[in-house]
């Protein structure tokens, strides 16, 4: 079976409304994405989408904390500190692996 999610201990550092954020990251499921919009309303703060962005951006455990699963609202890839090809190949492992997991 492959990794889907990490169990390792990690202390994040940042700000309260930061881990919130990355609290709300660690909830999007293996092999979907969600919204900067849907994050924010996660952590019931709808009008913190910017705010919630910069959060996003301020993962220093990116793969951990899956900030690449977290996509615009018109469904366009938008930033990822990695690069946008990173991004979306590690949106496509996680799809391909979640539907075509045959071990």
């Known amino acids: 079976?492959?990794?889907?999610?990490?169990?390792?201990?990690?202390i994040t550092v940042g700000s309260d409304f930061q881990k919130s954020v990355w609290d709300a990251l660690l909830k999007v499921?293996?092999?979907?994405?969600?919204?900067?919009?849907q994050l924010a309303k996660d952590i019931n703060n709808k009008k913190a989408v910017r705010a919630v962005a910069n959060a996003n951006g301020a993962n220093s455990?990116?793969?951990?904390?899956?900030?690449?699963?977290?996509?615009?609202?018109?469904?366009?890839?938008?930033?990822?500190?990695?690069?946008?090809?990173?991004?979306?190949?590690?949106?496509?492992?996680?799809?391909?692996?979640f539907t075509c997991n045959f071990t």
């Open 1 to 10: 079976m492959q990794r889907q999610e990490f169990d390792i201990p990690f």
């Open 61 to 97: 455990m990116s793969i951990i904390i899956p900030c690449h699963r977290i996509i615009g609202s018109n469904g366009e890839l938008t930033g990822y500190g990695g690069g946008l090809p990173l991004k979306k190949r590690l949106l496509e492992l996680e799809q391909n692996l």
């Open 29 to 37: 499921p293996y092999g979907t994405t969600s919204t900067y919009l």
